[in-house]
């Protein structure tokens, strides 16, 4: 009997997940947002879900954590729908800094002085103040509807003590943030754009919700059930390549090299990726390398890439 693709992911996950998780204990928890620094450092796990909504959940996956830097993937894609492609990209550029993710370089550096890209910091906070509604609750109420509309969970909610750790010691970003606005890039209220940020990377979530967005973009924008169009193809084709270029900070080539998918990444440790037309999964690991990304959640995805052939190239 041959197994199906699925049946040869489950009887290999919880080997794998295991032996990856022994890199957990040379990473490091993020600490900058003192209330990351509580993540269980040797957590590991994965939550896959086909096409037909088959699932494999294998590892710590009643573990929920933060979106962080994976919510900037779906606020870009709520602002292109909001705004469209050429307003977005008179703020925010196209291309990859090879710089940490928190720079502040480049602004200075390079004309015009907008952010390089709308996954780094920079480049996520000119997002946030193009998200539409009249004051930072509705923008961020539309950002969360957003998210409980495409995790088809509509207990999605923010992990309150986690904004607040943030947004109490966000000096680098809030630097950031009155530097873009000098510079013409953000509009309206500073406090306010990053009352909408800090919010949106503060959506607690586990792996299965991750999947289940993941599964949208692996599916183009439909609701891989009822083949809704939730997302323009376009703007997910925009978000896609973003995320090859950029989503895994400046390790982004070096993943490109060993994984070859789509993947956004975000300092709780958490990893959405996916299989175009086929997979969305979701992962956490909270130790990270030191480039950002969750050290034995990497592991993981590049043993699965390279037993099943999923590299796009
Ligand atoms: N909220 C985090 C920050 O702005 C997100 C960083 C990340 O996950 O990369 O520092």
Same mark, same amino acid.
């Given at each position: 009997?041959?197994?199906?693709?699925?049946?040869?992911?489950?009887?290999?996950?919880?080997?794998?997940?295991?032996?990856?998780?022994?890199?957990?204990?040379?990473?490091?928890?993020?600490?900058?947002?003192?209330?990351?620094?509580? /993540?269980?450092?040797?957590?590991?796990?994965?939550?896959?879900?086909?096409?037909n909504g088959l699932s494999i959940s294998e590892g710590d996956t009643d573990l929920s954590f933060t979106m962080q830097s994976i919510s900037k993937v779906f606020t870009l894609?709520?602002? %292109?729908?909001? &705004?469209?492609?050429?307003?977005?990209?008179?703020?925010? #550029?196209?291309?990859?800094?090879?710089?940490?993710?928190?720079?502040? $370089?480049?602004?200075?550096?390079?004309?015009?002085?907008?952010?390089?890209?709308?996954?780094?910091?920079?480049?996520?906070?000119?997002?946030?103040?193009?998200?539409? #509604?009249?004051?930072?609750?509705?923008?961020?109420?539309?950002?969360?509807?957003?998210?409980? $509309? %495409? /995790?088809?969970?509509?207990?999605? =909610? !923010?992990?309150?003590? @986690? !904004?607040?750790?943030?947004?109490?010691?966000? &000096?680098? &970003?809030?630097?950031? *943030?009155?530097?873009?606005? =000098?510079?013409?890039?953000?509009?309206?209220?500073?406090?306010?754009? %990053?009352? @909408?940020?800090?919010?949106?990377?503060?959506?607690?979530?586990?792996?299965?919700?991750? *999947?289940?967005?993941?599964?949208?973009?692996?599916?183009?924008?439909?609701?891989?059930?009822?083949?809704?169009?939730?997302?323009?193809?376009?703007?997910?084709?925009? +978000?896609?390549?973003?995320?090859?270029?950029?989503?895994?900070?400046? *390790?982004?080539?070096?993943? +490109?090299?060993? @994984?070859?998918?789509?993947?956004?990444?975000?300092?709780?440790?958490?990893?959405?990726?996916? @299989?175009?037309?086929? !997979?969305?999964?979701?992962?956490? #690991?909270?130790?990270?390398?030191?480039?950002? &990304?969750?050290?034995? #959640?990497? +592991? %993981? $995805?590049?043993?699965?890439?390279?037993?099943?052939?999923?590299?796009?190239?």
């Amino acid at each position: 009997m041959t197994l199906s693709e699925i049946e040869r992911i489950q009887a290999l996950l919880p080997q794998w997940v295991e032996s990856s998780r022994e890199q957990c204990s040379i990473g490091k928890v993020a600490s900058y947002i003192p209330e990351l620094s509580k /993540s269980p450092i040797g957590a590991l796990g994965i939550h896959l879900i086909d096409s037909n909504g088959l699932s494999i959940s294998e590892g710590d996956t009643d573990l929920s954590f933060t979106m962080q830097s994976i919510s900037k993937v779906f606020t870009l894609i709520l602002a %292109l729908m909001d &705004n469209g492609e050429d307003v977005v990209f008179d703020k925010v #550029g196209m291309e990859p800094t090879g710089d940490n993710f928190n720079s502040m $370089l480049k602004l200075e550096l390079v004309q015009p002085g907008i952010p390089f890209n709308p996954l780094i910091n920079a480049g996520a906070i000119a997002i946030s103040s193009l998200i539409a #509604g009249k004051d930072p609750a509705e923008k961020s109420a539309r950002v969360l509807d957003f998210l409980r $509309l %495409l /995790s088809n969970n509509s207990s999605l =909610d !923010y992990d309150m003590d @986690v !904004y607040r750790s943030e947004a109490d010691t966000a &000096n680098l &970003n809030r630097s950031m *943030a009155y530097f873009l606005k =000098d510079n013409g890039v953000l509009q309206g209220s500073v406090e306010d754009v %990053l009352e @909408v940020y800090f919010r949106h990377c503060s959506i607690s979530v586990t792996c299965a919700d991750l *999947a289940q967005m993941a599964l949208v973009l692996a599916h183009n924008g439909k609701n891989p059930t009822t083949g809704e169009q939730l997302i323009p193809r376009r703007f997910v084709q925009i +978000a896609k390549t973003f995320m090859i270029t950029c989503g895994m900070y400046n *390790a982004s080539g070096e993943f +490109a090299i060993h @994984v070859g998918l789509p993947a956004k990444s975000g300092v709780s440790g958490g990893i959405l990726s996916l @299989v175009p037309g086929r !997979y969305g999964i979701g992962l956490v #690991g909270p130790s990270l390398n030191r480039k950002g &990304n969750s050290i034995a #959640g990497v +592991a %993981l $995805l590049e043993s699965l890439s390279r037993e099943f052939e999923w590299s796009l190239f």
